[in-house]
């Protein structure tokens, strides 16, 4: 067997390096990466700015424990603070530590509170929280829990966007609300404002945390620094990560004052989380997302791809059922099997990647311009129209 353990079905090619939003290949062929390492590479491949960083602080101090003072830590910290609900910041390596540093807050939050036995979370079906024990079981999909068994204890799961559900479902041992503003492996599906305003209305109601996961969908991907912005609907724990970096590890749980501080000394802790060459990337990154009209450029190519994808969904009915997303967190419904639409986009050099309920999702870096919209709309449609020229063969 391989020497690299077989948990990925992988396509057969490999990059050896990347500019802009394109990857090339070691065979010398050249890609559009709109799936940007599955949303990471927010500022795509070798920016000037993340590269000068990166190679300014490997020259000084890759790590540091943190049993130590680090100013980049607590730089990246004030700032994330200073632009979001926030009061506090852990930092850790993925985004499935930042969700069980926030499951861990959730339940020391209530002990901490009087009420040690409230430790149950809601979560909602089709969700997609990392791969943990803990995270796969608040996710709840068969396929991330099937052979690793018995699941981790106190996860209810309701259907997303379905309050109703969520409201009969708390109970006395109830900690917490747990949503994606947009589920992103369940296949880029937004939640509606309503429900989000109920999440925050039940957990004020029955003494719950709102525990957001912007692992996918912050740092810029919507179009707004965090998802929830665009709703208005703040949380109490939110975990962030892919973006983050830029490429680079990194993972951070935020967390209000009252949540926040129940984490003493010694209750949690990472030993590579928020070292020095992390934090540079991260405010490296923060530099260029938080410049003025950053954001503004990703809401209008955001609006552009989006209007691309619903004329493709137009031209090709039997191929795509719809468009769906916001910002540059887009997915097109298939009518036909998703690794299909991936393989042929592939053939033709741009890069997707799939989610659940027969999506595909472009994710391309934050980057993009005009020009990169029109090139990847281009190959949709020649992908587009061999496959229904396919399907129209099949079915004659």
Not at 91 to 104: D, I, P, Q
Not at 118 to 140: E, N
Not at 162 to 187: C, S
Request: some cysteine.
């Amino acid at each position: 067997m391989s020497a690299v353990m077989p948990t990925y079905a992988r396509t057969d090619v490999a990059f050896d390096r990347g500019e802009g939003p394109y990857l090339h290949a070691t065979d010398g062929r050249r890609f559009l990466d709109f799936g940007s390492g599955v949303a990471v590479t927010a500022l795509g491949h070798g920016h000037p700015h993340l590269v000068k960083a990166l190679t300014e602080q490997a020259g000084k101090l890759w790590h540091c424990s943190n049993l130590y003072r680090i100013p980049g830590q607590e730089r990246l910290a004030e700032r994330l603070v200073a632009a979001s609900f926030a009061d506090s910041v852990f930092f850790c390596n993925s985004g499935a530590e930042a969700v069980e540093c926030g499951l861990k807050i959730v339940r020391r939050y209530h002990d901490a509170t009087g009420n040690p036995g409230r430790y149950r979370v809601i979560a909602c079906q089709s969700a997609f929280h990392g791969r943990t024990l803990a995270t796969i079981a608040a996710g709840g999909q068969e396929k991330h829990l099937a052979g690793f068994e018995p699941m981790v204890e106190g996860f209810d799961r309701v259907a997303f966007g379905n309050l109703n559900e969520v409201r009969a479902a708390i109970g006395p041992e109830t900690a917490a609300l747990l949503v994606e503003p947009v589920q992103g492996e369940g296949g880029i599906r937004p939640a509606d404002v309503e429900f989000l305003k109920g999440l925050r209305a039940a957990a004020d109601e029955f003494g719950l945390l709102l525990f957001f996961d912007e692992v996918q969908t912050g740092i810029g991907r919507t179009g707004k620094l965090f998802a929830h912005e665009w709703e208005g609907v703040v949380p109490d724990v939110m975990a962030v990560a892919k973006g983050l970096g830029g490429g680079f590890p990194v993972g951070a749980c935020l967390a209000v004052d009252k949540a926040a501080r129940v984490m003493t000394p010694g209750s949690h802790g990472s030993t590579f989380g928020g070292n020095p060459l992390a934090m540079a990337a991260s405010n490296a990154v923060l530099d260029v997302v938080l410049a003025p009209g950053f954001l503004d450029q990703v809401q209008a190519r955001g609006v552009l791809l989006r209007q691309g994808l619903d004329n493709l969904v137009a031209a090709h009915p039997a191929v795509f059922e719809e468009a769906r997303g916001i910002g540059l967190m887009l997915g097109l419904k298939c009518r036909i099997e998703p690794a299909k639409l991936v393989a042929a986009l592939f053939a033709e050099g741009l890069l997707t990647v799939p989610a659940g309920d027969n999506v595909v999702r472009l994710l391309p870096p934050l980057i993009v311009g005009e020009d990169h919209v029109a090139e990847a709309l281009d190959i949709l449609e020649r992908a587009a129209a061999k496959l229904a020229a396919e399907a129209k063969e099949k079915a004659a």
